[in-house]
């Protein structure tokens, strides 16, 4: 008698499939880039539209005609450069071996940590550069500012962010001109450049396997119960155990994700912001008032969530001139 085989029922590639540790993304890997700059930066998911553009993608069959294109409005109000970390090499990977703040950081950081009375910034720089040769890494210490977009909170979030540059020493020049100072989108990307999006997942609670794993639905006479909402057989005898990649119940959704080569169409300054904004506002968001992006595509996560853009870690093709946009649709998303 024949065997029969199938494919298991989902992909195990992210299991554990566990609510992320923190609503605000961290990102452990950045891209190499020679120019001195950030490599990353932070904005708030608005919603949905879409815009009427020409195609300007070679080869394609609509190449030079206007099509419409779904795009994720991202708010990217400025960002401030609050600290210097350098990592150093051990055994055991990248250690963390010194921070160096700005002397003069935002009230709002208060919510969020405690910041030092006395602080002496530039004896904490000279003590860096007199040990550079230890350094491998440069990263920036970056904080949102929260109060300026269209979300209901106020304590800004923190993170890292990547530096390009060839050497540590070019790294550190450019973290120090930046040091305190704000940083805008247009500071980082380009009109038609591709970007990673790195963002905590909607959140679906405690799921079944049928949602949770795309099981089949069990035929009416071997459904024992709950209507055939469940696996057929959690395992055999022999091994005598429930093996880790078995569909079970469970959270669902609520992950970190990265989505790659997202494309930016285009980067609005904050006194474009009308393009954008629909009659009555976005849903569940409110009004565009700060810098934004128009990506192609969907996002991950819900409206009002952190979605961190990376410069682009394994580019699909050549960096394109940004298309020509001919209209923004600005109808009202209230009743969709």
Not at 183 to 195: Q, R
Not at 302 to 314: E, Q
Request: aromatic residues 6%.
């Amino acid at each position: 008698m024949a065997r029969h085989h199938q494919p298991r029922k989902g992909s195990v590639a992210f299991s554990p499939r566990k609510r992320a540790a923190r609503e605000s993304p961290r990102i452990s890997s950045w891209p190499e880039r020679e120019e001195p700059g950030l490599l990353g930066f932070p904005g708030y998911k608005v919603g949905m539209t879409h815009v009427t553009q020409t195609d300007n993608t070679k080869n394609s069959p609509t190449e030079g005609m206007e099509i419409s294109t779904a795009v994720t409005v991202v708010e990217t109000p400025p960002i401030v450069v609050m600290g210097i970390r350098a990592y150093t090499q051990t055994s055991r990977g990248l250690k963390a071996m010194t921070d160096v703040l700005a002397q003069d950081m935002d009230e709002d950081l208060k919510r969020k940590i405690s910041i030092p009375v006395e602080y002496d910034s530039e004896a904490q720089l000279a003590s860096l550069k007199e040990n550079l040769d230890k350094v491998v890494e440069i990263r920036a210490l970056i904080h949102t500012k929260p109060r300026m977009a269209s979300v209901p909170k106020k304590k800004p979030e923190l993170m890292e962010c990547g530096i390009g540059g060839k050497t540590a020493e070019d790294k550190l020049e450019y973290a120090v001109s930046v040091l305190g100072k704000e940083i805008n989108p247009a500071d980082v990307f380009a009109d038609g450049e591709h970007t990673d999006a790195v963002a905590v997942t909607k959140g679906k609670g405690f799921q079944g396997v049928i949602k949770r794993w795309g099981v089949r639905i069990q035929y009416g006479k071997a459904a024992r119960s709950s209507k055939g909402r469940h696996v057929g057989s959690i395992g055999p005898w022999t091994p005598a155990r429930t093996m880790w990649t078995v569909p079970m119940a469970g959270q669902m959704g609520y992950h970190q994700r990265t989505e790659y080569n997202k494309k930016i169409l285009k980067i609005g300054e904050a006194d474009q912001a009308d393009e954008v904004n629909p009659e009555g506002g976005f849903v569940k968001y409110g009004l565009v008032k700060n810098n934004y992006l128009l990506l192609k595509g969907s996002l991950p996560g819900p409206s009002k969530r952190l979605v961190m853009l990376r410069k682009a870690i394994r580019p699909h093709g050549k960096h394109d001139d940004a298309p020509q946009i001919s209209y923004i649709s600005t109808a009202s998303k209230q009743g969709v």
